[in-house]
T-cell receptor, first 113, second 111 residues
Framework: DTAVSQTPKYLVTQMGNDKSIKCEQN?????MYWYKQDSKKFLKIMFS???????INETVPNRFSPKSPDKAHLNLHINSLELGDSAVYFC????????????FGDGTRLSIL | SQKIEQNSEALNIQEGKTATLTCNYT??????LQWYRQDPGRGPVFLLL?????KEKRKERLKVTFDTTLKQSLFHITASQPADSATYLC??????????FGQGTTLQVKP
């Protein structure tokens, strides 16, 4: 009964490929997020959705496209993968509101060859 | 732009002692400040949230302080245990729902 689950856990692929990461939460939260954690361990927000609507879109290349089919799911599709996309991607969810703690998945480690 | 600084060097302490981790920030004070714990290969886990108008928050062996004059938050773990060994992240929220994370401080508690 994992609260925030993301698949796959590891993703190894060639430069130029397209890949997707899936995220599901069973906490009944309205808001979901995608973060990128680079090799220096900085965790940076990429996107946030509230009830299937995009509310935060940081300066992320448009090769990254989030999709929220319903409020329990937020997927991340990446086109034309580049070496610099190698990182750990975390999905998170929270109740709506700025003072709410966020619940994270265990990450997807993306390695570009 | 807003900067957050946490000690990049690991903090090594003896079991039973109090661990104190620092989070400094520049420019504006956040409306909320959160602390998370991250273990290797896992996602961050929420620990405590403190509001701009609060000086201190406690939860079991954990204590967080927030000084908007010094632009600093301190995170204390009393009676530390080897199981407390992890990376601790502070995160600021300027009432936008967007968390800005520090790079974290790794704590090692030795038996």
């Amino acid at each position: 009964d994992t609260a925030v689950s993301q698949t796959p856990k590891y993703l190894v692929t060639q430069m130029g490929n397209d890949k997707s990461i899936k995220c599901e939460q069973n906490l009944g939260h309205d808001t979901m997020y995608w973060y990128k954690q680079d090799s220096k361990k900085f965790l940076k927000i990429m996107f946030s959705y509230n009830n299937k609507e995009l509310i935060i879109n940081e300066t992320v290349p448009n090769r990254f496209s989030p999709k929220s089919p319903d409020k329990a799911h937020l997927n991340l599709h990446i086109n034309s993968l580049e070496l610099g996309d190698s990182a750990v991607y975390f999905c998170a969810s929270s109740q709506a509101g700025a003072d709410q703690p966020q619940h994270f998945g265990d990450g997807t480690r993306l390695s570009i060859l | 732009s807003q900067k957050i600084e946490q000690n990049s060097e690991a903090l090594n302490i003896q079991e039973g002692k109090t661990a104190t981790l620092t989070c400094n920030y520049t420019n504006y004070s956040p409306a909320y400040l959160q602390w998370y714990r991250q273990d290797p290969g896992r996602g961050p886990v929420f620990l405590l949230l403190i509001r701009e108008n609060e000086k201190e928050k406690r939860k079991e062996r954990l204590k967080v302080t927030f000084d908007t004059t010094l632009k600093q938050s301190l995170f204390h773990i009393t009676a530390s245990q080897p199981a407390d060994s992890a990376t601790y992240l502070c995160a600021l929220d300027f009432d936008t729902g967007k968390l800005i994370f520090g790079q974290g401080t790794t704590l090692q508690v030795k038996p």
